[in-house]
């Protein structure tokens, strides 16, 4: 009896040091803010667990598959190709946002507006306006052709051309969370290294840099995995990465299991960039340690480098935004002088529109609690609630919307084929961009502030919507324009989720390409444009106007 009674109390207390040791990571947060988090978590790992599922289905042979030399150039050129993308994209965006939020540069609000715009046009149109100007035969090669008889320039495909294409259109990324993370910095601190006798570089590399290393961490992690779930400037510029290969896979082949196993090596891949951005951003604090009223930063005078920098701004938005809208102009004209009819389709971009919007109020919406669960409650858990919602954005759209099919088809009926699914697949899809650059402002708030309201006996929820909230509605705003422009530009995914009758203008402009029918996608292309921009116009202007009121 005494033993037994022993037993089962070593027993009881073995269960509640299981209990404690589960309850631990969740002492302290809300219910309201741990629950949904973990929900949404559940819903990006979906593409995941039908990964392995596919996989099962090849039996042994998906060791084969992961071994072969084939699987190992694939991850060689998708390495390459990140690494090379997302250094290339740090290096245009620092001294961009430096000069339009800390200088005196010429024409500053116009500049703030015109550099993120290349982010509106998507990879597979970016891809193609570089390689009509840019080919062997490309329209640069005919102008110079008579004035210095050059008959071919050096080939762009490859390496090279996808390189290119990637970081002139997505180096916004890293843009945007910079600029955020600049307007909101405390000045004191750069005025306290001017006062002790350091210069302007100096104060920009031992102060300013060292701030902004959750926004850079954020960004360059967006374009990491942007780049590794890119299909279509790597199609079109002929690039064997991780995203053509399992395109390739599952359209040339009857059995999807070998391109779910290259999905999964592809999901390993994204683990190993999580764990170097976490290592990367680590973890010292960026909040204001005091308080006070922010007070706008002093702005540099450039001098004698303002016409350089002029040049450079104009450089980067000559290349990045009137290069593309030229060529589209120029196969639009071709188009006309053919005879082909001039239609706007505004039908399909009413769709995306639509779309595109409800799917950036959704991921705002779910993106809050796994931002406030990693920042204000940090623990294993949270830790891997947040590495876990970036899952779906690694994963290309084809692969994410095989999923949803698979699930709709077999367990959720009566979502499937309806927008509701769609938007729940562009969740999965860009979540990680809300995710970044919520969680970079949310840094910049000082958790003391957020204790003093609730000490005064405000609720939880309601310290967010007076006061926390306000203080990160820049990063809110550029977390959900992200996810809207981004949106517009999915093709994948829509392809194979939308309803019945539901055309968008990528659809439009994907199905004219195929057929190589470019100048009828010149309009589409040219309205995507259009429509894409008005958010991103609309926001630097808000922001400018912001950082000039305050």
């Known amino acids: 009896m005494t033993t037994s009674g022993v037993d089962r109390k070593q027993n009881l207390s073995f269960w509640g040091r299981v209990r404690t040791s589960l309850a631990a990571p969740l002492a302290g947060a809300p219910v309201a803010v741990w629950l949904p988090a973990l929900a949404i ?12 599922i596919r996989s099962a289905d090849a039996g042994a042979g998906w060791i084969d ?12 050129n998708t390495v390459t190709l990140t690494a090379a993308v997302t250094i290339s994209s740090v290096m245009l965006s620092l001294p961009l946002a430096w000069l339009t939020t800390r200088t005196d540069l010429p024409w500053r609000r116009f500049w703030s507006i015109v550099t993120p715009l290349p982010l509106v046009i998507p990879s597979y149109v970016g891809a193609y306006t570089v390689i009509a100007f840019l080919g062997p035969r490309g329209m640069l090669q005919g102008w110079l052709e008579p004035i210095f008889g050059i008959e071919r320039l050096p080939q762009i495909y490859g390496f090279a051309g996808a390189w290119l ?68 400037a790597v199609s079109l510029m002929q690039y064997d990465s991780f995203t053509r290969g399992i395109y390739n896979q599952y ?4 059995d999807r299991s070998i391109a779910a196993t290259l999905a999964l090596v592809l999901v390993m891949l994204t683990a190993l960039i999580l764990i170097a951005e976490s290592w990367t951003r680590g973890r010292a604090r960026y909040y204001r340690s005091s308080a006070g009223v922010t007070r706008p930063p002093k702005r540099h005078e450039l001098g004698s480098w303002k016409i ?19 060529v589209i102009g120029y196969w639009l004209a071709r188009g006309l002088q053919a005879g082909e009819p001039f239609v706007f389709v505004w039908d399909a971009a009413l769709n995306s529109g639509m779309v595109s919007l409800v799917a950036a109020i959704a991921a705002l919406i779910f993106a809050t609690p796994i931002v406030i669960f990693s920042v204000r409650y940090p623990s294993w858990l949270s830790y891997l609630a947040e590495r876990l919602s970036y899952m779906g954005y690694a994963l290309p759209g084809i692969v994410v919307a095989l999923a949803f099919v698979f699930f709709g088809a077999n367990y959720l009926t009566p979502l499937y084929q309806t927008l509701g699914m769609l938007v729940l697949a562009y969740v999965v899809l860009f979540l990680p961009q809300a995710v970044g650059i919520m969680r970079s402002a949310l840094l910049q708030v000082n958790p003391h502030i957020e204790e003093a309201a609730k000490s005064l006996g405000s609720s939880s929820g309601l310290v967010w919507l ?15 324009l992200l996810v809207f422009l ?21 659809m439009r402009i994907w199905n004219a390409t195929l057929e190589g029918f470019w100048a009828r996608a010149a309009a589409p292309s040219l309205l995507l444009i259009l429509v894409a921009a008005i958010p991103m116009i609309l926001l630097a202007i808000n922001e400018d106007r912001r950082d000039q009121s305050s």
């Open 466 to 480: 007076k006061i926390t909230g306000p203080l990160v509605r820049s990063g809110l705003i550029s977390g959900g």
């Open 251 to 254: 359209r040339g082949a009857f």
């Open 65 to 76: 598959e992961v071994f072969r030399e084939r699987t190992f150039v694939l991850f060689r």
């Open 41 to 52: 978590v559940l819903l990006m790992v979906a593409p995941l667990v039908y990964l392995v």
């Open 165 to 232: 294409t990637l970081t002139l259109f997505a180096f916004p990324y890293v843009l945007l969370s910079l600029r955020a993370a600049m307007n909101g910095l405390d000045p004191a601190l750069e005025e306290s290294s001017r006062s002790m006798g350091f210069g302007a570089l100096s104060t920009f590399m031992y102060v300013t840099l060292p701030n902004l290393r959750p926004a850079i961490a954020a960004g360059s992690l967006l374009i990491a995995l942007y780049v590794i779930s890119d299909f279509g």
């Open 308 to 326: 350089p920098a002029l040049g450079f701004c104009i450089a980067v938005s000559s290349i990045t935004m009137i290069m593309p809208l030229f």
């Open 486 to 506: 981004t949106v517009m530009k999915e093709l994948p995914a829509t392809i194979l989720l939308h309803p019945i009758g539901f055309d968008t203008l990528p």
